[in-house]
């Protein structure tokens, strides 16, 4: 089986979650999940999609439903039976306020909201809502941390072709173990569940309520042994926290990715120690494109650079386009347009007219490209860096300051395991940054240490005004993402 992240993938014969279906049929006896120290067969998964199938077949056809997906087997063959029966399914968070599923479930059109073994809610028709484009498969949200979380339709044969070249590149087939530690709403579980479920490989599924304990995570690890684990790197911080104090490591990982946020140096430079066994890899992507770049990092991590992007998957295109609108060719930096084959057609709902889908800039080509919002810089030899957010630029005392290059900045300290840089508005400079930096156990770093660090590295400006250190772990997003306003308005109030 080739295992290179970069073969280009044939389709598998009909579609993925007829896949899994067959692999039922072969091996039904065959894990296809682990869950809370339980194994759930193939049989046992497609035999409970059967049974939801049936409650289906009362409700109206040619309607997006709506599930929130609370991680379980129940859950998962109830997106199952969906997919089975073509009906377009909406996956909120489980964590969202009733107001804002209300939005959601508006725009997408759902009159009817599913539980597990339970009848479906209705729910009063939305007036309005834009119909899902036709081979609508699921329909996933963004994370919301700009309001609120926007829906992205996802095409059946956007999945396949996903799937296909998931499974040949990171070698999953029969009996594969791939960890799941992404909630169910995530475009991750694209990877994690479904392309293992279609190869006949083993979801092992991470339990929410030990997503935060370093120990529980690592003796799951240990005891069912993945080859294949996707996750943001707080999962590889506790993983490493934990395997370091108790002095174990994991060979059974093969392949382990890293994606959703930015890697620190430092905990990089530590993975090949808890991971001996592992090829590692930076993977790029946004909801709206699915997985856009892969770059393997090869022979010893450099702590104080930050990992390229990496190559385009087979059948992606990127552009680099500046401020006035220009695609750029060469060294430089500019917004990045991706164009993939696995991406979404546009959002639903008030979104659809944000003009994040956009055609190319220059009307060089008929393809539809999607606007990231990041900041990338390409340098001579044509490597691609993310800066940061293009959204998230401000200006102090007249200087254009990005935060995050901020954080990337504190991160390479081999003194900090975790950083949050907020800009927030001041009556002279405009904006002044504040920052809080998480520092390693028994480092004894310092503000001013620190201060040096990032004066060695930035603009006078892109100081913050405000630095604290703390022992404690940051606050975090449901994506696994530090929670910049929590992080730093809290601490701030306590100091």
């Known amino acids: ?289 699915n997985d856009s770049f892969l770059h393997e990092v090869r022979g010893a991590p450099d702590p104080g650079r930050p990992l390229p992007l990496g190559q385009p998957l087979p059948g992606v295109h990127a552009l680099l386009v500046t401020g006035d609108g220009a695609v750029l060719d060469g060294p430089g930096t500019g917004e990045l347009y991706v164009s993939t084959s696995f991406q979404s057609e546009g959002y639903l709902g008030t979104a659809a007219a944000s003009g994040a889908f956009v055609p190319h800039p220059e009307r060089a080509d008929g393809r539809r490209w999607f606007r990231t919002g990041d900041l990338v810089c390409r340098s001579a030899d044509g490597a691609l860096t993310l800066v940061g957010r293009k959204d998230f630029q401000v200006k102090v005392r007249g200087v254009r300051v990005n935060p995050q290059e901020v954080e990337h900045r504190l991160l390479d300290h081999p003194g900090v395991t975790e950083a949050a840089v907020l800009a927030l508005p001041d009556p002279v400079a405009g904006h002044a940054l504040h920052a809080v930096a998480r520092r390693t156990p028994g480092s004894g770093l310092n503000s001013l240490t620190l201060r040096g660090h990032l004066a060695r590295g930035l603009a006078r400006a892109a100081i913050p005004s405000t630095l604290l250190i703390t022992d404690d772990p940051l606050p975090r997003t449901s994506t696994g993402k530090v929670d910049r306003d929590r992080a730093v308005r809290d601490r701030r109030t306590a100091a």
């Open 1 to 289: 089986m080739d295992s290179s992240p970069t073969t280009v993938a044939a389709t598998p014969t009909g579609t993925f979650v007829h896949a899994v279906v067959d692999h039922a049929r072969r091996a039904p006896e065959a894990t296809a999940l682990a869950w809370r120290e339980h194994a759930v067969s193939y049989g046992a998964l497609v035999r409970r999609a059967t049974l939801e199938r049936e409650r289906l077949a009362h409700l109206p056809t040619g309607e997006p439903l709506a599930l929130p997906a609370v991680k379980s087997p129940r859950t998962l063959a109830l997106i199952l039976a969906c997919l089975l029966e073509r009906r377009p399914l909406l996956l909120p968070a489980p964590t969202l306020g009733e107001d804002v599923l209300d939005k959601l479930y508006a725009q997408a059109g759902v009159r009817h909201v599913l539980t597990a073994g339970k009848p479906p809610a209705a729910r009063a028709a939305a007036d309005g809502a834009r119909r899902c484009p036709g081979d609508t498969a699921l329909l996933l949200t963004t994370s919301g941390s700009t309001g609120t979380p926007k829906i992205v339709p996802l095409g059946a044969a956007a999945l396949d072709r996903f799937t296909g070249w998931a499974g040949r590149a990171f070698g999953i087939g029969p009996g594969t173990a791939v960890l799941n530690y992404a909630p169910l709403n995530f475009d991750l579980c694209l990877l994690d569940v479904w392309t293992t479920l279609a190869r006949g490989g083993r979801v092992v599924l991470v339990d929410p309520d030990r997503a935060t304990r370093g120990g529980a995570l690592l003796d799951l690890v240990a005891r069912e042994r993945p080859e294949v684990v996707q996750s943001v790197p707080m999962f590889y911080r506790l993983l490493t926290d934990a395997a370091r104090e108790q002095g174990r490591t994991l060979p059974s990982v093969r392949h382990a990715v890293i994606t959703g946020d930015s890697m620190p140096g430092a905990l990089l430079a530590e993975l090949p120690s808890v991971l001996p066994g592992a090829r590692l890899y930076n993977l790029y992507g946004c909801t709206e494109t």
